[in-house]
């Protein structure tokens, strides 16, 4: 079974940073993609940024581009999701997700985190 865990969300100052991680389970990296995502209070969820394991390819809304960057240990079966330059509407629940294929569409994706929680003061 595929298995899904974030961590690393806080609190910061704005033009603060954060690194988020994703440890994923049940599957070979090879095969899937990885999208981080986020959800501000009552608005939808948005993708973020994901990385391609067929050809490691990485996309980014543009936010984002520039702030944020995803990479991965292949060793550890973990995504990371670096945030530099932090903005107060940055502040959401973020998530990890795995899809068959690399897109920024929530509905791409099959299984998800619980969400780390990352709140950037005024």
């Known amino acids: 079974e595929v298995q899904v865990v974030e961590s690393g969300g806080g609190l910061v100052q704005t033009g603060g940073s954060l690194r988020l991680s994703c440890v994923v389970s049940?599957?070979?990296?090879?095969?899937?993609?990885v999208g981080w995502f986020r959800q501000a209070p009552g608005k939808r969820r948005e993708g973020l940024s994901c990385?391609?394991?067929?050809?490691?390819?990485?996309y980014y809304i543009d936010s984002v581009k520039g702030r944020f960057t995803i990479s991965r240990d292949n060793a550890k079966n973990t995504v990371y999701l670096q945030m530099n330059s932090l903005k107060p509407e940055d502040t959401a629940v973020y998530y990890c997700?795995?899809?068959?294929?690399?897109?920024?569409?929530?509905?791409?994706?099959?299984?998800w985190g619980q969400g780390t929680q990352v709140t950037v003061s005024s």
């Open positions: 049940g599957f070979d990296f090879d095969d899937y993609s």
């Open positions: 990385i391609s394991f067929n050809d490691g390819s990485t």
């Open positions: 997700a795995t899809a068959i294929i690399p897109s920024l569409l929530v509905s791409g994706y099959d299984y």
